[in-house]
């Protein structure tokens, strides 16, 4: 990767596209720190990453990937999982499955007898891939993060659960959502991310455009307009 620069404004949705390759998750790995980079920093609050306290850096951000890894044990243990759950509300519990979609499932008598102390089993073997995915939102989101990932969150989805899963981000990026977080995601599908305050256009490991997706189009060679029209 090289020439990347963008910045994302609290509160705002940025969307990074892109052909497969082209460096999207590498800059979600930055983000998390999973690797730093060779030149160049990452900025926090305007402050280098590599100075952060790592504990308090993670607890910022939460990220919803392709594929949420599940743990044996009810629902409430799966969305709480690596907080003090004698600090979590039933309250915020909720809160939280309604804003990822997931509290209609969830508080459903028959599918759900035990609403939210129904054990999902082992990798939430229990659940659809939808509903899997809408409880790792509801994980992402009760810790009320600064910064949301959203890496590519429904491509490995059947197309029902595809919409359900999108009916939650759709409300998260249309700013119905916690207003002091920041959403950066990744979109396989680009009609999900007209909406983005930003979305910044790779190829190749370079940023080579950033607008709205109005402005975008307005390009006449662009390559953002290029894939939306293959």
Known sequence: MQKVSFKAQ?????????????GKSTIISLLERFYDPTEGEVLFSGVNIRELDPEWYKQQISIVSQEPILFSGTVRENICYGLDMTKVTDAEVREACRKSNAQSFVEDGDQFPDGYE?????RGLRLSGGQKQRIAIARALIRRPKLLLLDEATSALDAESEHQV????DELMSGRGDAAMTILVIAHRLSTIREADTIVVMDHGEVVESGTHHELLQRPDGVYKRLIHR
């Open 10 to 22: 609290a509160g705002k949705v940025i969307a990074l596209v892109g052909h497969s390759g082209c």
């Open 166 to 169: 999108q009916a939650a981000l």
């Open 118 to 122: 129904t054990l999902v089993g082992e």
